[in-house]
């Protein structure tokens, strides 16, 4: 069975995939956030500290 990811509603051209992570004492965090997957798009929905945020412009982390 193959999973059907939203259409970005601000492009209309990339799907919204989720990305987990991993909270402060190792539990894990699913779908901490949304992607789009146009690279041109970047729009993304993050949850950080129990608040939603969007938009914010996606960087590479240097961990």
Known sequence: ???AFPECQKCHTGVMVP???YG???A???YKA???TNP???FNIRIDNGEIS???SIEQSHK
Do not use: P, Q
Request: with cysteine; net charge negative; hydrophobic share 40%.
């Open 28 to 30: 894990a965090i699913r």
């Open 19 to 21: 990305l987990s992570d």
């Open 40 to 42: 041109d798009c970047g």
């Open 24 to 26: 402060r004492e190792g």
């Open 54 to 56: 969007f938009g914010k």
């Open 1 to 3: 069975m193959e999973a």
């Open 34 to 36: 949304w992607v789009c």
